[in-house]
């Protein structure tokens, strides 16, 4: 790191520690990813106990990401509080138009909010950070609407910051690769129920078991394809890293154990995406939504760090 680099990433410290600072107390939602992994790390150091990490517990967050969760926050000592969420019982969620994230969203910040007020915190944060500005964000306008501050914005700090600054700080999270929700595995306007969902974790945990790093297992309904008892099968499109897809490609006997791993989690369908993995690939189709929603995120201003009214 040059020496410009390194005083730049510690104006940027200094300024999330100054924001955080100007809190009188706040929950943080913390997910296991780097971004909140850090945002919470420096919520208990600069806050102490007037800093309250919380998870959400849903169907939509994979096992393994919740343990990993779990094993990093009792590693800091966080004393981490898990709230169970709701989003996949309302139906505008499940419908999966382009807006999930927005429902998501709001159903986390109304349990921190009600957590909150229950237990005297004054604000409600969370780790958006400066490059989540110029993305289709719903779940932006839901923080919006609960006054949720975003330190990690607040403080200009890059993704590439973020992680170095969670390196230095010896947080587990610091070289994860960016993760998204079991439902982002669902292509928009697939319908997201607890038992879809279930399948794709299933199956992503089976590929895991077989050496695989780098994939997604997305899910399509094949409505018009039922078996014998009437029941609509599913077909799995695997999306794999271009290290992974050399991998399977080579393997006939590898690609058999895929096969059989992954309808054992109940697709009836298993096929491997020759384009591999790319992030967003379930967002194709969103069409004008997308356009309006990036609109939207234009115009988007990112709470300051106050105390709430």
């Known amino acids: 790191m040059s020496a410009t680099t390194e005083s730049l990433l510690a104006q940027r410290e200094a300024k999330l520690i100054a924001a955080l600072s100007r809190l009188d107390s706040v929950v943080v939602a913390y997910s296991g990813g780097v971004d909140s992994s850090l945002l919470a790390f420096y919520a208990r150091k600069v806050l102490g106990d007037r800093a309250r990490i919380v998870i ?15 094993a ?8 981490l509080m898990e709230v ?4 996949v019982d309302n139906p505008d ?3 999966n138009d382009g807006q999930r994230c927005y429902f998501c969203k709001g159903a986390l910040f109304a349990a921190m909010d009600a957590l909150a007020k229950r237990e005297g915190f004054v604000n409600l944060a969370y780790g958006a950070n400066v490059a989540d500005l110029g993305d289709i964000r719903p779940g932006q306008r839901a923080a919006q609407e609960y ?14 910051e973020i992680r170095e600054l969670a ?8 070289d994860k690769p960016q993760s998204a929700c079991l439902s982002s595995r669902f292509p928009t306007f697939e319908t997201v129920t607890p038992q879809r969902l279930k399948v794709v974790e299933s199956a992503e945990i089976a590929l895991r078991k077989l050496g695989f790093k780098g994939f997604r297992v997305r899910f399509h309904s094949l409505s018009a394809t039922k078996n014998l008892s009437g029941e609509e099968l599913s077909l799995a499109r695997i999306e794999f890293t271009d290290e992974d897809l050399r991998r399977v490609s080579l393997d006939e006997t590898l690609r058999s154990q895929l096969a059989a791993a ?3 989690a109940g697709f009836a369908f298993v096929t491997i995406d020759i384009e591999g993995y790319r992030q967003g690939s379930s967002n194709i189709g969103l069409g004008s939504f997308a356009a309006d929603e990036a609109q939207r ?13």
């Open 56 to 70: 959400a517990v849903s169907p939509s967050l994979a096992s393994d990401e919740l343990d990993e969760a779990r």
């Open 72 to 79: 990093q926050a009792k590693q800091f000592g966080w004393q």
């Open 84 to 87: 169970t969420t709701d989003e």
């Open 93 to 95: 969620y499940r419908k």
């Open 147 to 160: 006054n949720v501050v975003s330190p990690l914005q607040e403080a200009q700090l890059t993704k590439e």
């Open 167 to 174: 390196r230095i700080a010896g947080l587990a999270s610091w």
């Open 262 to 264: 992954v309808k054992s």
């Open 297 to 309: 995120n234009s115009e988007f201003v990112p709470v300051e760090l106050t105390r709430r009214g």
